[in-house]
């Protein structure tokens, strides 16, 4: 898994409309970026949500967030919907981002459950996987953007 002080990789994934978002074009501001396994799963909601009612403080320290799973962008857009969800969520079909990030499958057979928090400049600053902690994802990311800032 990338650690703090890596270059965040280049990649390009649309999201629910099917409107492509690359970091190269976030650069000089934040962003977090959440992996999950699956839309509409409980451990998944739970962490979809949290970040929704902490989103306001993401925005006040000047971060975008972005939700990263293989569904597609009509599940992506049902998810969104059905959970007031304010962020936009991309969709890594053939799993090749989770790759490069290098988030770890759990159990061997589940994917994996990643936040990474990325500077103005395009380096991770927060690494954090635990499948089982999803709000614990919310907690750190916004103590690495605090603490960044």
Do not use: W
């Amino acid at each position: 898994m990338l650690r703090p002080g890596a270059a965040c990789p280049d990649f390009s994934l649309p999201d629910a409309t099917g409107t492509p978002v690359d970091p190269r074009a976030l650069r000089g501001k934040p962003f977090v970026l959440f992996f999950y396994p699956k839309d509409d799963t409980p451990g998944c909601t739970a962490e979809a949500c949290a970040f929704r009612d902490d989103y306001g403080s993401f925005v006040e320290a000047g971060a975008e967030v972005f939700g990263i799973s293989s569904d597609d962008g009509t599940s992506h857009a049902r998810f969104a919907g059905r959970h007031g969800l304010p962020f936009r969520l991309l969709s890594d079909a053939g799993g090749a981002v989770r790759r490069a990030f290098g988030v770890p499958a759990t159990l061997g057979v589940l994917p994996g459950r990643a936040t990474f928090v990325i500077d103005a400049n395009g380096t991770v600053v927060y690494a954090f996987n635990a499948q089982f902690l999803p709000k614990a994802h919310v907690v750190g990311a916004l103590a690495a953007l605090r603490a960044a800032s």
